[in-house]
């Protein structure tokens, strides 16, 4: 495609936000539009009369590179693919290569973010949304999960950021340094990760180990044949999610399998689906390999710039988010940011034992079977079941994370008098312990189950293994003579479910 014969039309369409859409400020809109196309041209050029592409290769004959005067950018590994930089007039020539299965071009991918009031907020409302901060009381902030952001970077000098970042990779200056000279990856990154201390903002899973892969330009702006090799990176050193708030409507070969190649690995990509607000999912959100979110405002509702359609996943918190920045932070919206809601999410999750969802019995967690919990627990919005603009439902991961499987409390012993005279105290011990791997919240009640009468009732905080004895002494003066059955019941609950439970029961006679 040169720069003479590319229609306005597509150039909108490879320049169309898979992330975060521009505001409507002061600026003309009709000049803006002009400069994003001319960068656009630009960048689809490597060089007067050089064209950037991606090449899928087969069989054993290789492609003959230096005849052809090409340069090659990247062999990737993880499928039959090159990016490289080829001479335009010997486009021809490489596709006719025996080795050679398709060419296409190295399209780009955008995050251009609206920047509202810059501000400071301990606990932004979409962290509040997706219940994040219950599952963090109980003790589970992600810790050992391994979270790449595919983006501009991240400004790891960020106090809220320094402590989570664990490196990365800077696929445009093809450096160790990948520093974000845009901001885009460091307001999701923060929406991830961002510290729990007290000042600025939390993010939803604040133990995570952040790395940054930076594939887009400080204008926001990145080719597909880098997008490609930071996913590749990303399975290479083992992350276990890949997030991925960029995108654009100009479908790729190399890209898809690409993603099929990384969800085969087991890591588990998550995408933003696009800011058009029409029928219309951008790529890669638009594939089945990945899981696609769009953007929901404050109100419950999917955000009107929000693109929507069949491939729908998830929706997630993404207007009037606020997050990481520079060197403070500041509110932004689009389906950029609700794509590292989910990621997050899906990080508090992986740091739990697959449980019931361990379809497979190896005791860890696939791509496949993550998105199957948080389908199970999403809270379904729209019309009944998945439909095309919240997919299975609002992603809610303190559904997810309470589930029964995964939290234990025992009533160890009950200690009563077997015999009371009447008129005595009724002294009763209660021994009880957390036998679940998260800090739990238990609720125990004493009930005479003789005569369906509640006696008492008390809350303890237990961490993980850690025991209490707890102590009740009653009047029995108004107690009929007879036997009475004293019932003890220890439960653990959120949002008025019960999510584990014990009960122990003890004979008491009253002469």
């Known amino acids: 495609m040169s720069k003479n014969n590319v229609t306005r039309d597509k150039?909108?369409?490879?320049?169309?936000?898979?992330?975060?859409?521009?505001?409507?400020?002061?600026?003309?809109?009709?000049?803006?539009?002009?400069?994003?196309?001319?960068?656009?041209?630009?960048?689809?050029?490597?060089?007067?009369?050089?064209?950037?592409?991606?090449?899928?290769?087969?069989?054993?004959?290789?492609?003959e590179w230096e005849k052809l005067g090409a340069k090659v950018r990247y062999r990737y590994h993880l499928i039959p693919a090159v990016a490289a930089e080829v001479p335009q007039e010997?486009?021809?020539?490489?596709?006719?290569?025996?080795?050679?299965?398709?060419?296409?071009?190295?399209?780009?991918?955008?995050?251009?973010?609206?920047?509202?009031?810059?501000?400071?907020?301990?606990?932004?409302?979409?962290?509040?949304?997706?219940?994040?901060?219950?599952?963090?009381?109980?003790?589970n902030k992600g810790q050992g999960v391994r979270v790449a952001v595919v983006d501009t970077g991240i400004d790891y000098r960020h106090p809220d950021l320094k402590g989570c970042y664990r490196g990365g990779y800077d696929f445009v200056d093809t450096d160790d340094d990948p520093r974000d000279e845009h901001g885009h990856g460091t307001h999701c990154a923060g929406i991830i990760a961002a510290k729990d201390d007290g000042k600025g903002v939390v993010g939803i899973a604040p133990d995570v180990e952040v790395y940054a892969l930076r594939v887009m330009d400080r204008k926001g702006r990145g080719f597909y044949s880098d997008v490609?090799?930071?996913?590749?990176?990303?399975?290479?050193?083992?992350?276990?999610?890949?997030?991925?708030?960029?995108?654009?409507?100009?479908?790729?070969?190399?890209?898809?399998?690409?993603?099929?190649?990384?969800?085969?690995?087991?890591?588990?990509?998550?995408?933003?689906?696009g800011n058009d607000g029409r029928r219309s999912v951008v790529y890669p959100a638009k594939y089945s390999s990945t899981i696609a979110v769009s953007a929901l405002n404050p109100d419950g509702n999917v955000a009107s710039?929000?693109?929507?359609?069949?491939?729908?996943d998830f929706a997630a918190p993404g207007t009037l988010i606020t997050s990481t920045v520079g060197k403070g932070f500041a509110t932004f919206w689009g389906t950029s940011m609700a794509c590292p809601h989910v990621s997050g999410a899906v990080a508090l999750i992986?740091?739990?034992?697959?449980?019931?969802?361990?379809?497979?019995?190896?005791?860890?967690?696939?791509?496949?079977?993550?998105?199957?919990?948080?389908?199970?627990?999403?809270?379904?919005?729209?019309?009944?079941?998945?439909?095309?603009?919240?997919?299975?439902?609002?992603?809610?991961?303190?559904?997810?994370?309470?589930?029964?499987?995964?939290h234990e409390v025992r009533i160890d012993k009950v200690e009563v008098p077997p015999r009371l005279r009447a008129g005595a105290p009724l002294r009763t011990t209660v021994t009880l312990t957390n036998a679940s791997k998260y800090e739990e919240i238990i609720t125990v009640q004493l009930i005479d189950d003789t005569y369906k009468i509640p006696?008492?009732?008390?809350?303890?905080?237990?961490?993980?293994?850690?025991?209490?004895?707890?102590?009740?002494q009653f009047p029995s003066k108004t107690a009929a003579k007879g036997d009475h059955l004293l019932r003890v019941e220890a439960a653990v609950g959120i949002g008025g479910n019960l999510i584990a439970a014990s009960s122990k029961g003890s004979t008491v006679t009253v002469m």
């Open 90 to 139: 010997r486009l021809d020539e490489l596709s006719r290569q025996v080795g050679v299965a398709y060419v296409e071009e190295d399209a780009q991918a955008a995050a251009i973010q609206s920047a509202a009031e810059r501000r400071r907020d301990v606990v932004p409302w979409g962290v509040q949304a997706t219940g994040a901060p219950e599952v963090n009381r109980s003790g």
């Open 228 to 273: 490609s090799a930071g996913i590749e990176w990303a399975v290479d050193h083992r992350m276990s999610i890949v997030s991925l708030s960029l995108g654009s409507h100009q479908p790729s070969r190399t890209l898809a399998a690409m993603c099929a190649a990384a969800e085969a690995s087991g890591v588990l990509l998550v995408a933003a689906a």
């Open 305 to 312: 710039y929000s693109n929507y359609g069949p491939e729908i």
């Open 455 to 472: 006696m008492a009732w008390r809350r303890v905080e237990l961490q993980p293994g850690e025991s209490a004895i707890l102590k009740f």
């Open 11 to 63: 150039l909108r369409e490879i320049m169309t936000d898979g992330g975060t859409k521009m505001a409507k400020m002061k600026l003309n809109a009709g000049a803006l539009l002009i400069a994003l196309l001319v960068s656009c041209c630009a960048l689809t050029q490597a060089g007067p009369g050089v064209r950037r592409v991606l090449v899928g290769t087969r069989g054993e004959k290789p492609v």
């Open 350 to 406: 992986l740091a739990t034992p697959p449980g019931a969802f361990d379809r497979d019995r190896d005791g860890k967690w696939s791509p496949a079977e993550a998105k199957a919990c948080l389908a199970a627990y999403a809270r379904d919005y729209g019309p009944v079941g998945r439909d095309e603009k919240y997919g299975c439902g609002v992603i809610d991961v303190s559904a997810a994370f309470f589930r029964p499987e995964l």
